[in-house]
């Protein structure tokens, strides 16, 4: 579907189209208490985070803040009781995608759905490591810190390790334990949860005093180093930096960042397609390589560029004849893109939520059809939430080819538009859809 079919004008923003719980064990009064939770959450698909369990998803064995369970998990697994726990968020980006691998801006928001961790120190160099939500278990010395084929969930807190050690700060042995409620493969950034956790937990375990903007890159390093996923920076910015109520603008080139206050007259809702990314990392690759490709070609005519960044919509324009028709719509995307993130700034500071839902929905417009990373399920689920009164914008989030969008909604019609989403969701394609109401909340890191 090309810009603008069966889209209403509002929906393209004044912005210049483009052309063509099941292994967890609890005491038995919470086992009943999550039973029926879980019971209604099926039934309905809405869950409001931000007070009690959320086990609709596997995901979801823990509080919003987590550390009651977490800390009894904790103890039934090793006898005693934590001496740190610590937790880290997901996040859901507002606008700004696939802009911060050409070091462009974003903003971001940590939401209340976490991975949670609690541990203490052992009096020898060994990590023993339980994951909650792949109920195992694995053993590392932080002496000798390798690379884990089998179970590669524990990689990325042996990566956050390695580079804490390779940088002087001598660790002890632990004992951790950690799990969450934030969905995998749903782009709202487990494995970035998992790394700044690491890297919160080691931070107050051992009192270290260390900057967080130093935490927070390294963590990215474990994601690019270790684990090989060649992602930007946000993810681990926003759940080590943010700040409950406010979403966080990042300059993705120069880490300048700011918080900017989020009106608690409107709701940011997450609605999971339930399809999982399976070609997100694949097709993640080759994005970065045209978007590369490109920056090399507009350089070559003489424009003085390093990358995406630097680049004026007029400045493309005057590059097109350089680039292949796809070159030139995937760079188009992050151009406008960033364009988009520094008009919804000024207009969210103004309090023109009007406008601010516009741009999201523009966003939505050029990441489908000039950046194609949106997927069937993705573009139903926005287009039924375009549809709905009380929203104001609507768009895919994360890497795309599945995963989540990011709707912004007058909170006095939350509950009514997460109805209608799964509604229309299952109408239309026969899937059910999981909703989730979400606060903006405080990063592992922050003061």
Not at 28 to 51: H, K, N
Request: hydrophobic letters at 40%; a neutral charge.
């Amino acid at each position: 579907m090309r810009c603008g079919a069966g889209v209403p004008p509002a929906v393209l923003g004044g912005v210049s189209p483009p052309p063509e719980l099941g292994h967890q064990h609890y005491p038995g009064l919470l086992v009943e208490t999550i039973r029926q939770i879980q019971s209604a959450a099926s039934e309905t698909g809405v869950i409001i985070i931000g007070g009690l369990p959320h086990p609709a998803t596997p995901f979801a064995a823990h509080s919003k803040r987590g550390d009651p369970m977490i800390e009894q998990r904790f103890k039934a697994i090793y006898g005693t009781a934590p001496e740190v726990v610590v937790r880290a968020p997901g996040r859901v980006n507002l606008i700004g995608e696939h802009t911060d691998y050409n070091d462009g801006f974003v903003l971001p928001a940590a939401i209340d759905r976490s991975i949670d961790f609690a541990g203490r120190k052992r009096a020898d160099r060994t990590v023993r490591l339980h994951s909650l939500d792949f109920d195992g278990s694995v053993e590392f010395s932080l002496d000798d810190i390798q690379k884990d084929g089998a179970n590669r969930w524990s990689n990325y807190v042996r990566g956050v390790s390695k580079y804490l050690e390779e940088d002087g700060h001598r660790l002890s042995g632990a004992d951790l334990v950690f799990g969450g409620n934030v969905p995998r493969e749903a782009g709202l950034s487990s494995s970035a949860a998992v790394e700044v956790g690491t890297a919160a937990f080691w931070k107050k375990l051992l009192g270290l005093e260390l900057d967080p903007v130093y935490l927070v890159k390294l963590s990215r390093k474990a994601e690019n180093q270790f684990v090989g996923v060649p992602c930007g920076i946000m993810d681990q910015f926003i759940s080590g930096l943010g700040r409950a109520n406010h979403a966080l603008f990042l300059d993705c080139r120069d880490l300048h960042y700011r918080h900017v206050p989020l009106r608690d007259d409107v709701k940011i809702v997450v609605c999971n397609s339930g399809v999982k990314r399976a070609l997100a990392q694949s097709e993640y690759e080759v994005r970065l390589k045209q978007c590369r490709e490109a920056v090399a070609r507009i350089a070559s005519t003489g424009l003085a560029v390093t990358s995406l960044r630097d680049v004026k919509p007029l400045d493309l324009e005057s590059a097109r004849a350089v680039l292949s028709d796809v070159l030139f719509r995937r760079a188009r995307h992050v151009v406008t893109e960033n364009e988009r993130v520094l008009e919804a700034i000024k207009v969210l500071e103004s309090g023109n939520l009007e406008r601010f839902g516009e741009l999201m929905n523009a966003s939505h417009v050029s990441l489908r059809d000039d950046y194609e990373v949106s997927s069937k399920e993705l573009d139903v689920l926005v287009e039924v939430a375009w549809k709905q009164p009380g929203v104001l914008g609507a768009r895919m989030t994360g890497a795309g080819f599945g995963g989540c969008t990011v709707n912004l909604v007058r909170q006095e019609a939350a509950e009514a538009f997460s109805e209608a989403i799964i509604r229309g969701y299952k109408e239309a394609l026969g899937l059910k859809a999981e909703v989730y109401i979400c606060k903006a909340s405080e990063g592992a890191l922050s003061a």
